[in-house]
């Protein structure tokens, strides 16, 4: 098993919609949760950081359950420059960073 | 301010070749990880240096790979005698400190390496 899973993709969206990402990992041990933004041929970009009481960031909310083991992405409004791949990242003991596969996501006007 | 860079931005190389890989982290950064992404693989986590020592090699797929860094910056991935298998692209990242929480990894571009 992944130490960290996540949806499977793609997500294909029209332009507007809401679209949820889901995220398990399997270390409870593990300290701090990001989720990364992935462009084409890009390297990874911190989206934002995952906090245990829920954090906002524009459209853009993030959730963690840590007696589940559990993360989300949530992205409102969605805009055509919102397609990208998402990465649900753990920190699981000084700077090593997990990475789930990633869910490819698809906004269509 | 400048980001993260690596060079060379591609390379392709030979079955039993050595190469190099080169990351400059963010002026300043004493942390810096290696990371591989191979094609349906993911980020796979290689090593990091917390200034110029590595305490967690774990992460080195064989002992073909090793790495070093000096003066507390700039830091070399190398690998000796390449299979095909090493194909992939090696992203190069780095934190102000070495990480916990709140602590932001950027990465560099990364190299694209083609072992043929």
């Known amino acids: 098993r992944k130490e960290v899973e996540q949806d499977p993709g793609p997500f294909n969206v029209p332009e507007g919609a809401t679209v949820a990402f889901n995220c398990t990992y399997s270390?409870?041990?593990?300290?701090?949760f990001f989720w990364y933004r992935q462009d084409c041929r890009k390297e990874p970009k911190l989206l934002m950081s995952?906090?245990?009481s829920g954090n906002e960031d524009g459209r853009f909310t993030a959730q963690l359950n840590r007696a589940s083991q559990y993360i989300s992405l949530l992205i409102r409004d969605s805009k055509l420059s919102d397609s990208a791949t998402y990465l649900c990242?753990?920190?699981?003991?000084?700077?090593?960073?997990?990475f789930g596969q990633g869910t490819e996501l698809s906004v269509k006007p | 301010g400048a980001g993260v860079s690596q060079s060379p931005s591609n390379k392709v190389t030979e079955k039993g070749k050595d190469v190099e890989l080169r990351c400059d982290p963010i002026?300043?950064?004493?942390?810096l990880y290696w990371y591989r992404q191979s094609l349906g693989q993911g980020l796979e986590f290689l090593i990091y240096?917390?200034?110029?020592?590595?305490?967690?090699k774990s992460g080195l797929p064989s002992d073909r790979f090793s790495a070093e860094r000096t003066g507390g910056s700039v830091s070399t991935l190398t690998i000796q005698r390449t299979q095909q298998e090493d194909s992939a692209v090696y992203l190069c990242?780095?934190?102000?400190?070495?990480?916990?929480?709140?602590?932001?990894?950027?990465f560099g571009p990364g190299t694209r390496l083609l072992v043929l």
């Open positions: 240096f917390q200034g110029n020592s590595a305490p967690d």
């Open positions: 995952v906090y245990s």
């Open positions: 990242v753990v920190n699981k003991e000084g700077g090593k960073l997990i």
């Open positions: 990242a780095s934190s102000a400190r070495l990480g916990g929480w709140g602590e932001t990894q950027y």
């Open positions: 270390n409870s041990a593990s300290q701090s």
């Open positions: 002026s300043g950064h004493t942390a």
